[in-house]
């Protein structure tokens, strides 16, 4: 099992910038992918950035130039920092892995999510 602890969430005007944060815990073996996605009200979870084990990234159209996601392995976290944050940007932000055991079984995780309000 493995646990996710998010941190960072806020309110912030428009233009303004947030750094969130990810930590995972518990029983891990390798994780190779490690995710943002948010969710608005009455709409559906959007993959917002990612970043593999290998460094490689990618990210939601409309955050291109944006926010960037990092990632230290030796301490399974992830960050994201979000600049030039829109009122479009308010949304509830969820951390997730992908964790591979030793028998090479993929399992996914989710973090409990944090509120990101942007203001105009």
């Known amino acids: 099992q493995v646990q996710l602890v998010e941190s960072g969430g806020g309110l912030v005007q428009a233009g303004g910038s947030l750094r969130l944060s990810c930590a995972a815990s518990?029983?891990?073996?390798?994780?190779?992918?490690m995710a943002w996605y948010r969710q608005a009200p009455g709409k559906p979870r959007d993959l917002v950035a990612a970043?593999?084990?290998?460094?490689?990234?990618n990210y939601l159209d409309s955050v291109k130039g944006r926010f960037t996601i990092s990632r230290d392995s030796a301490k399974n976290t992830v960050h994201l920092q979000m600049n030039s944050l829109r009122p479009e940007d308010t949304a509830v932000y969820y951390c997730?892995?992908?964790?591979?055991?030793?028998?090479?079984?993929?399992?996914?995780?989710w973090g409990q999510g944090t509120q990101v309000t942007v203001s105009s």
């Open positions: 997730h892995c992908r964790e591979r055991d030793k028998n090479l079984v993929s399992y996914d995780y």
């Open positions: 518990g029983n891990i073996f390798s994780i190779n992918r």
């Open positions: 970043i593999t084990s290998g460094g490689a990234t």
